[in-house]
């Protein structure tokens, strides 16, 4: 056998292999478990688990701390944790974060479920000493790479937007030779060209899943009428790492590529809660309103905090909820929403004192007074208060401010009577008590809600003006209002239209076509309904419940201790009687029959025909007289509708016999006894709201109280 040379060595088969391509090839292969090792990242926190109140980080076996509402869903590998939006955060202590040097990745899954109010940390590990990094969230769906490197901050934002219930990969690198990268999903999102050397907060914790600060909403209207506030991001966080250098764009490619989710996150759509759908029984009934488990998880409060007011027959109900600071609520057959801003008033200080500026109730609530078939009262109580929590005109010996008495008398007909009362001397001069609010719901904008033509203003004479969006809309004033305006008709995209008749004397605002460019946006303002944090913030997107103004009614000048306020009626009920201004007129001129002792049976009727059938056939207790009932003639009566009051109603004749096309138990008519008591209480409740009472239908006998489930 031939000697070996030095340059030659024999494999496992016996062949010769030249040493030096050996050589090489161990280099090459070197290099590449090099590379392979680089890659690996300094820190991983998969988010498969929470255990004992800390996740675990995959690379270094450590624990961190976990804190906040959560849930686990699944993920794009295995679990993920849902970050509610609020309270949800993960700690790593200084100390203990990873060591890093001049080049950085920040690399994580994320699913959102609605924008954060202002920029929120995916990761971030930065202080108020010009020091540090975070990957971090923008209101608008931008995200972005922020680090304090060359002796300034610098920031690269990225030009694409977020979806909403989408996974999404979000990568930013850094390097001090060549700037900084972002990256969604594997493709080049942003880029920003420096150099300079990162300084690191290495005396700050690094978070995850929120900031290291209050921060104030990002869309101010009133910069003295909103607060910093705490929030994390309201979304799915998976697999997030952080690498010790900056990833090339190939690299970053090839592992979007290897793990992609097999499903979308388990983040459902939002939608304003009402209650069951369908039609329901005239009826009070308190319960426990579901949102969306991040927000309802904030309240402290037991099982049933909510009212709901049902109709007969109707999908329509009346909705006291949390959310919207138990301010009433018409809710249509579709969910769509007509509010009310009630009383708020202002000033250049704190800005608005309204009840939407208590989003934890916690100078709201709501009570039942009375649930009959005849009638349900409702008191609703709050003090208006601004963003920084203070009472308006406080005094500084009793520590009393301004509180709001209002109570609300609704009818089985869909409608209802506000009353409001309020202690003299302490509202002030700057103020008003009614604004008609339609909600947009998350996802929506104004457009779903609300038709171009969006109001239809009357008034008792029949003279009406119509309100519209469109293009380049005049000032307010332009297109002339009736005179003495005390009726509006909203034209939800619904089948049954909110209508709200004031008494005269009032002055109405906003009166004025709009820009049709609105109706692709969202409403006004989203610091309510359902917004948690202090802020008269202005809505950019319709990820969070929004309103917007249509039209308000306002007052000047003091009212009598305890004397009631501008008294109105709101309801759902067809288009057409605006049109005839019917409501009102029967509302302001009712007939009334002159010898009612006592209310048994209301009845509404379509025509007035049956009525000389039904007096013949009614027979009065006792005196063996014939009851009067009073007919209110077509056109007087609710939606043009006839309505007959009974006295000493006991629904047979002479023979024992039922009147034309009703039975002989009263019940199955809905017919209901109401005594004297209760009878003079709603004559009392029309009467001090200025009103002479009207009598009002029952048309069927409510079951017992509705349950949310």
């Known amino acids: ?64 701390a976990f804190q906040g509402n959560y849930r686990l869903i699944k993920g794009v590998s295995g679990s993920a944790i849902k970050f509610d939006g609020f309270t949800t955060l993960i700690r790593r202590k200084a100390a203990a974060a990873p060591a890093l040097s001049d080049a950085l990745t920040v690399d994580a899954w994320v699913a959102l479920g609605a924008y954060p109010w202002n920029w929120s940390g995916v990761v971030t590990q930065q202080n108020e000493k010009q020091a540090g990094y975070a990957l971090e969230i923008g209101p608008l769906g931008e995200f972005g790479l922020k680090v304090f490197a060359g002796g300034e901050c610098r920031e690269c934002i990225s030009e694409a937007k977020l979806p909403l219930r989408t996974w999404s990969r979000l990568t930013g690198t850094f390097d001090k030779a060549t700037g900084m990268n972002l990256y969604l999903d594997g493709k080049p999102a942003g ?39 705490w929030y994390s991001l309201d979304a799915a966080l998976d697999e ?25 996150p388990d983040i459902p759509p939002r939608v304003l809660p009402s209650g069951p759908a369908g039609p329901g029984r005239f009826g009070a009934y308190f319960t426990k309103l579901q949102y969306y488990w991040e927000w309802d998880d904030l309240f402290r409060v037991a099982e049933q905090p909510d009212l709901v007011v049902g109709f007969d027959g109707s999908p329509v ?38 009840h ?22 409702v008191h609703w109580r709050y003090a208006p208060v601004s963003a ?19 109570y609300y008398y609704i009818y089985p007909d869909q409608t209802a009577i506000r009353k409001i009362t309020w202690q003299k ?23 779903d809600v609300i038709n171009p033509d969006y109001v239809t203003v009357a008034n008792l004479g029949g003279e009406k003006q119509v ?49 049709i460019a609105a109706l692709s946006r969202p409403g006004a303002c989203n610091h309510w309904p359902e917004g948690q944090i202090p802020c008269d913030e202005l809505a950019r997107l319709p990820d969070h419940g929004s309103g917007h103004a249509c039209g308000r009614n306002a007052r000047v000048g003091e009212f009598a201790l305890r004397h009631d306020g501008p008294g109105f009626r709101r309801a759902a009920a067809p288009r057409q009687i605006l049109v005839e201004s019917a409501p009102a007129q029967s509302y302001f001129r009712p007939v009334v029959g002159r010898k009612l002792r006592s209310l048994r049976a209301g009845v509404c009727l379509e025509k007035p025909g049956p009525v000389k059938a039904l007096q013949s056939r009614v027979r009065a207790r006792g005196g063996g007289r014939f009851a009067r009932p009073q007919f209110l003639p077509r056109g007087e009566g609710l939606g043009g509708r006839g309505c007959l009051g009974i006295g000493q109603w006991e629904n047979v004749d002479q023979e024992g016999r039922a009147p034309p096309g009703l039975s002989s138990d009263p019940h199955r008519n809905g017919f209901q006894d109401m005594d004297r008591e209760k009878f003079n209480s709603a004559r009392s409740d029309r009467r001090d709201a200025g009103r002479t009472p009207r009598i009002i239908p029952c048309r069927s006998r409510p079951s017992a109280a509705h349950s949310q489930e």
Not at 324 to 346: G, H, Y
Not at 359 to 375: D, F, G, M
Not at 388 to 406: K, P
Request: net charge positive; with cysteine; aromatic share 10%.
């Open 388 to 406: 920084y929590n203070h009472l308006w005109m406080v005094d500084e010996r009793t520590g009393w401010g301004l509180w709001i008495d209002e």
């Open 1 to 64: 056998m031939k000697p070996r040379t030095g340059g030659e060595i024999m494999s496992h088969s016996g062949a010769k292999i030249s040493i030096g391509v050996i050589f090489a090839c161990l280099l090459a292969g070197g290099q590449g478990m090099a590379v392979q090792a680089d890659v690996s990242p300094k820190a991983l926190w998969k988010l498969d688990e929470v255990k004992a109140g800390a996740v675990e980080d995959a690379i270094s076996g450590k624990s961190d």
């Open 467 to 515: 309100y519209s969006y469109v293009p380049n809309p005049p000032k307010e004033g332009a297109k002339p209002a009736p005179a003495n305006p005390s009726i509006q008709m909203h034209s939800l995209k619904a089948r049954n239209k909110p209508f709200i008749i004031f008494e005269p004397g009032g002055r109405m605002h906003y009166l004025r076509d709009m820009d």
């Open 425 to 447: 001397g302490t509202l002030g001069r700057t103020h008003q008590f009614q604004e008609s609010i339609p909600l947009a719901g998350p996802g929506q904008v104004q457009g």
């Open 317 to 354: 109900r009346l909705v006291f909820w949390r959310g919207t600071r138990f301010s009433p609520t018409w809710v249509t057959e579709n969910n769509l929403w007509m509010a009310d801003q009630s009383v708020e008033t202002w000033d250049n200080k704190e800005g608005c004192f309204e």
């Open 356 to 377: 939407m500026q208590d989003p934890k109730c916690l100078y709201s609530h709501v009570r039942v007074i009375e649930n009959t078939p005849a009638r349900i009262v």
């Open 240 to 264: 997030v790492a952080i690498y010790d250098r900056a990833l090339p764009r190939e690299k970053v490619a090839q592992l979007f590529a290897g793990e992609k989710p097999a499903a979308a």
């Open 191 to 229: 880029k920003l060209k420096f150099s300079g050397s990162l300084k690191f907060a290495s005396d700050t914790d690094l978070l995850i899943g929120t900031n290291h600060d209050k921060r104030k909403a990002a869309f101010i209207h009133r910069e003295y009428g909103t607060l910093p506030a």
